[in-house]
């Protein structure tokens, strides 16, 4: 049976699991150095999370001659921490578990969206401070605003069903998109980014960390943002980003909170993790969180299952 190392933890239901169906499981943290010396070459599969990168180097490093790794699972969604093409190209099989987050995040989203339109942090503040200060925290509602997501996979069709029910008009830009998707009712599609933010008081980032999407949003784009919606409110500029980290300019995103142009800022994911972006963080009209987007009970045990399933029907 295979020897499974998990490289940024597993569940231990999981982890008994796997070992009653005979494989080995190791919980260890291999470092990077380690990683480059070949340290995977005794194991069947690695299972990471956003906390491992494999690039085409450590892959190289692990596989050919006597390896015995054939399979990298990535617990979680997204797969920009594994270096796909040279997987594939030294024969290694690369699976996620792109369903089992999913509400997860969703979730969170739609919370950072909400709490920065009713001010919860500032209000937070104030409170353990001992100052009410009521008059200066008036918010707006999400009902009437137009919301834009960039990009349209699982999570961001979980969150336009929620907006929706919040009363949100919904947008959407993914060049991906097929005509077939783009008959999704209750969603307009656009053609480009730039007019998804022209239309949008309200944008939430859902696309992949690539060369092309990497500090997409900057301040260009941003400043096309309306501060008025549809419904004649005067609700700011609201960015939520619970997608990879990198996709913000966060230097841009930073200068334009201070200037007051951006009003406010919901922040899951940052440039260099697990350092995150202490001024942004620190702001007073920032919702920050350290990448807890899939940091549910039910999320991880799902993931857990997903985990099993794929090793399970892999070695079987």
């Given at each position: 049976m295979a020897r499974i190392l998990a490289n940024d933890g597993i569940s231990e239901?999981?982890?008994?699991?796997?070992?009653?169906?005979?494989?080995?499981?190791?919980?260890?943290?291999?470092?990077?150095?380690?990683?480059?010396?070949?340290?995977?070459?005794?194991?069947?599969?690695?299972?990471?999370?956003?906390?491992?990168?494999?690039?085409?180097?450590?892959?190289?490093?692990?596989?050919?001659?006597?390896?015995?790794?054939?399979?990298?699972?990535?617990?979680?969604?997204?797969?920009?921490?594994?270096?796909?093409?040279?997987?594939?190209?030294?024969?290694?099989?690369?699976?996620?578990?792109?369903?089992?987050?999913?509400n997860a995040v969703v979730e969170l989203t739609i919370a950072h969206l909400i709490g920065n339109s009713r001010n919860f942090i500032g209000a937070n503040l104030d409170m353990r401070k001992g100052k009410w200060t009521k008059k200066s925290l008036v918010g707006t509602e999400l009902s009437g605003k137009n919301l834009g997501l960039i990009g349209f996979g699982r999570i961001a069709k979980g969150v336009a069903k929620v907006a929706v029910i919040l009363g949100m008009e919904v947008h959407t830009y993914d060049p991906f998109v097929t005509d077939e998707l783009s008959k999704e009712p209750d969603v307009t599609f656009h053609d480009s980014i730039e007019s998804l933010f022209t239309t949008c008081s309200h944008i939430s980032v859902h696309c992949a960390m690539t060369p092309e999407t990497n500090g997409m949003v900057n301040a260009g784009l941003v400043?096309?943002?309306?501060?008025?919606?549809?419904?004649?409110?005067?609700?700011?500029?609201?960015?939520?980003?619970?997608?990879?980290?990198?996709?913000?300019?966060?230097?841009?995103?930073?200068?334009?909170?201070?200037?007051?142009?951006?009003?406010?800022?919901?922040?899951?994911?940052?440039?260099?993790?697990?350092?995150?972006?202490?001024?942004?963080?620190?702001?007073?009209?920032?919702?920050?969180?350290?990448?807890?987007?899939?940091?549910?009970?039910?999320?991880q045990k799902r993931i857990g299952e997903e985990i099993v399933s794929i090793a399970s029907t892999f070695f079987n």
């Open positions: 239901e999981s982890k008994l699991k796997l070992e009653k169906m005979g494989h080995t499981i190791i919980v260890e943290k291999i470092n990077r150095e380690q990683l480059l010396n070949g340290e995977l070459r005794d194991f069947d599969c690695v299972i990471v999370r956003s906390a491992t990168y494999l690039d085409g180097t450590i892959l190289e490093a692990n596989t050919g001659g006597d390896s015995k790794l054939r399979l990298v699972i990535r617990a979680g969604v997204g797969l920009d921490n594994i270096d796909t093409a040279s997987a594939d190209s030294l024969g290694l099989t690369v699976r996620n578990t792109p369903n089992a987050s999913t400043r096309r943002m309306p501060d008025i919606s549809p419904n004649g409110v005067q609700c700011g500029r609201h960015i939520v980003n619970c997608s990879r980290g990198g996709i913000l300019n966060e230097s841009d995103m930073l200068e334009l909170l201070e200037s007051g142009f951006l009003t406010s800022l919901g922040i899951d994911v940052f440039e260099n993790e697990p350092d995150a972006n202490l001024d942004l963080s620190a702001h007073r009209r920032v919702s920050s969180t350290p990448h807890i987007g899939a940091a549910t009970i039910e999320a």
